[in-house]
């Protein structure tokens, strides 16, 4: 997937250096010093600056409030010998504040937050030039720029590389600013317009690069680099890129010109322009090399860069031996490759039988790519499959897969009578993953890929069964396996009706254990329903369909079976509309939006936002408040609370946000930590899962606002609010939040 960059002030957080290990214990000891001194009521802040390049520096560190009505303030500074020096300065706390370094002869780059407490200085040059807009009344008054300079001498020094970004006042089609001496990677952009490239200009101190007339044009961008362990690979002018409509692209009116398509550099780079806002798939190929695809989203007027490169190889063979050759059933096995796209994705890119013989091959796969095999009998049940991914090396790549066989007997029961049901031994869709259908006797027999424990999944038609247990298969002296699968006779039974009282013709009916977890759903046809087989204890029940759904109803199913009848009424469902905008006001596409309080059956969902950047939500009937997890790439991840109205709602995304660092006691059922903003909470591990981040206490690039953290707790079916903790968090800052366990007060 892409990484969305739409203004140049993600390029120095994303590339910014840290000093060397030469250095860090400078740095340490300066920081340990700040930490360790005592607090005044004029707190004051420790800027380190790194020179790159020798000599003696002599300038100032300038701050400016980010609110632009204060003035600045100057602290001078002299750097002799030293390649990093610090330097103190007085900053009022109740603004957010800027710094640049003013240095002759010298560059620092680009204004940057205060908080990240250091800025680099380098020997500078001139960059001049003349931009052109066609087209544009009103063309942009200023150029960013984003470079990489490698030092101009004899034996080079990486610790005088920069990376960094810096800005260019256009004035009647001139441009002029500053950037480092030496040997320079870079580009140019003005917000909402295709980015211009060049790479390797050398310049030395003081002097003026001038690289005449550059012509920008409005548009979406992409842009990333291919490169190859051969040497005969990306070849320039003949390794092409384009982009083709993936299954979700936006349609494209038949007046529209066709999707971009290139060839890559020399350095294997290349940049795909004015490309239609969507999600679409990019391809890149190579005569001789195996394809490369993966999907890509591509916002509105945003240049969007490829976090890793693409990585062409020769193709690959794949020969797989199977053994035994055939299937329980005398049937040739299924052998499906799934290849990992990143993002947690996969993708089936072959399936198909294997001979008689137990041979299967597939040519074309990719020497680094990242495969998974599952073998699936012919009737396609989930058998086998890979625990990790694989690369395959060398063509052709052998693969010889042993597929255990065992016989399995049993019975299945309900209240001591026998059941006709299907049980899925394993999950359903999941690997392993094997159904095996009890008679009208209750009697099961089939195969299995293992005896042992197996968490199994009973469903049954008439009586409505669907109960998640664990069975234990064991090996009898006959040396088949044998189950009992023996489902207690207690059951929930209702109606689900209209507002008016009729039954409801055809409904979805959800059930949920708070104890242990489990859910399911089910149809119910004719409104009246009951659920056999399920074990005594406290279960939620709810029902929807179309655009109807019930309230949640708590109900206990006692030791004897008994519960009281539950009666679901549905009622027309609420709706949100949403339009998810960057701060400019441009629709964002294709951007992940989570809905995590008040949906049908409560369960978490997610949706995309569409081509003009909408998203709808339904939410329960008794819901006037929607909470939203939204994570629009490159943008703050936000948390929001919206009222549920039939107004479509704009909602914003901030371009820069703010680390948040979480202090809690270990989670457990009856207590739990929740990290609310604007009215909703949820939990820090699902905040992790959404974002998909490995890390439940740390969670950079949150958007900017007031966080509360609390620690809850469960008693007698009843959450009691503990202790909580508050804090604001600003654009590149960080907020620390920490509670102790509840003590329990409503």
């Not at 050759?325 to 799934?338: E, K, T």
């Not at 995304?653 to 909703?680: H, K, R, T």
């Not at 469960?714 to 960080?734: F, H, I, K, M, R």
Request: net charge neutral; with cysteine; aromatic share 6%.
């Amino acid at each position: 997937m892409a990484e969305f960059r739409e203004t140049p002030s993600n390029f120095t957080k994303a590339h910014g250096r840290l000093p060397v290990a030469s250095h860090r214990l400078l740095l340490f000891s300066l920081l340990f010093a700040l930490l360790s001194a005592p607090l005044s009521a004029d707190p004051k802040e420790i800027v380190i600056v790194r020179k790159l390049g020798a000599g003696p520096s002599a300038g100032a560190v300038v701050a400016r409030p980010t609110d632009g009505l204060s003035t600045p303030i100057r602290q001078e500074f002299n750097c002799t010998t030293e390649r990093i020096c610090s330097v103190e300065i007085d900053l009022p706390s109740d603004k957010s504040w800027q710094m640049m370094a003013e240095v002759p002869a010298h560059g620092s780059g680009a204004w940057v937050p205060v908080e990240k407490g250091s800025l680099e200085i380098w020997p500078s040059a001139a960059l001049k030039g003349e931009a052109v807009f066609p087209g544009e009344t009103r063309p942009p008054d200023e150029l960013w720029v984003r470079f990489h300079a490698e030092a101009r001498r004899g034996k080079r020094d990486a610790r005088d590389d920069v990376d960094g970004e810096t800005s260019c006042l256009v004035r009647d089609s001139q441009f002029g600013c500053v950037i480092p001496a030496g040997v320079v990677d870079f580009s140019l952009r003005a917000h909402g317009y295709v980015s211009v490239y060049r790479w390797r200009q050398e310049t030395g101190p003081g002097a003026i690069l001038e690289i005449g007339r550059i012509e920008l044009r409005r548009g979406a961008s992409l842009v990333g680099q291919v490169i190859s362990t051969s040497r005969d690979a990306p070849k320039a002018g003949l390794c092409r890129v384009r982009l083709q409509p993936a299954g979700n692209s936006p349609k494209l009116p038949p007046t529209a010109s066709p999707l971009p398509e290139t060839t890559v550099d020399g350095r294997g780079f290349f940049q795909l322009e004015v490309i239609p806002p969507g999600q679409w798939d990019l391809l890149v190929e190579q005569e001789g090399f195996a394809a490369s695809r993966q999907a890509v989203v591509i916002l509105e007027r945003a240049e969007a860069r490829l976090k890793s490169p693409v990585v062409l190889s020769r193709p690959v063979r794949l020969d797989v031996t199977l053994s035994p050759p055939q299937d329980p059933a005398g049937a040739p096995w299924r052998v499906s490759v799934l290849e990992e796209k990143g993002e947690a994705r996969t993708e089936v890119v072959s399936e198909s039988s294997a001979t008689p013989g137990g041979q299967w091959f597939r040519e074309g796969l990719r020497a680094n790519g990242k495969y998974r095999l599952h073998v699936l009998t012919g009737s396609g049940q989930h058998w086998w499959g890979d625990d990790e991914p694989f690369s395959p090396e060398g063509s052709p790549y052998q693969r010889s897969i042993v597929l255990d066989i065992e016989t399995v007997e049993g019975t299945m029961t309900l209240g001591g009578r026998p059941l006709h049901a299907r049980v899925v031994f394993g999950r359903e869709h999941n690997v392993p993953s094997i159904s095996i259908e009890s008679d009208q006797e209750g009697n099961l027999a089939g195969f299995l890929p293992r005896l042992g424990t197996w968490t199994v999944e009973v469903i049954g038609e008439s009586p409505a069964v669907r109960r998640r247990l664990e069975v234990e298969v064991r090996r009898k002296p006959n040396g088949k396996g044998n189950v009992a699968i023996a489902l207690a006779a207690k059951a929930i039974q209702g109606d689900i009706v209209s507002e008016d009282g009729s039954p409801i013709k055809r409904a979805i009916l959800y059930v949920s254990n708070p104890a242990s977890g489990e859910k399911s759903s089910q149809w119910i046809d004719g409104g009246r329903f009951q659920l056999e087989g399920l074990e005594p204890g406290d279960y939620v029940v709810s029902a929807a369909g179309g655009r109807l759904a019930s309230s949640d109803v708590k109900v206990a199913l006692s030791s004897d079976g008994y519960s009281d009848p539950v009666r679901l009424v549905m009622k027309k469902l609420g709706r949100v509309k949403i339009r998810v905008e960057s701060p400019t006001g441009a629709g964002l596409i294709g951007v992940p939006v989570n809905i995590f309080a008040g949906s049908p059956g409560q369960f978490a969902f997610v949706k995309y936002t569409d081509a003009d950047g909408r998203v709808a939500f339904d939410t329960a009937p008794t819901s006037d408040y929607a909470c939203l997890l939204v994570l629009a790439p490159g943008y703050a991840t936000r948390i929001a609370g919206l009222p549920v109205t039939a107004e479509e709602q704009p909602l914003q995304v901030a371009q820069a946000g703010g680390s948040i660092a979480l202090d809690y006691p270990p989670p457990s059922p009856s207590a739990y930590p929740m990290l609310g903003q604007g009215g909703c909470s949820l939990m820090p591990a699902m905040l992790a899962a959404f974002t998909r981040s490995t890390d439940k206490s740390l969670f950079p690039n949150m958007a900017p606002g007031d966080y509360t953290l609390c620690s809850w707790s469960q008693v007698n079916g009843a959450d009691l609010q503990g202790p909580c903790t508050s804090g604001s968090l600003s654009p590149y800052g960080s907020l620390k939040l920490g509670v102790e366990p509840s003590r329990g007060r409503k």
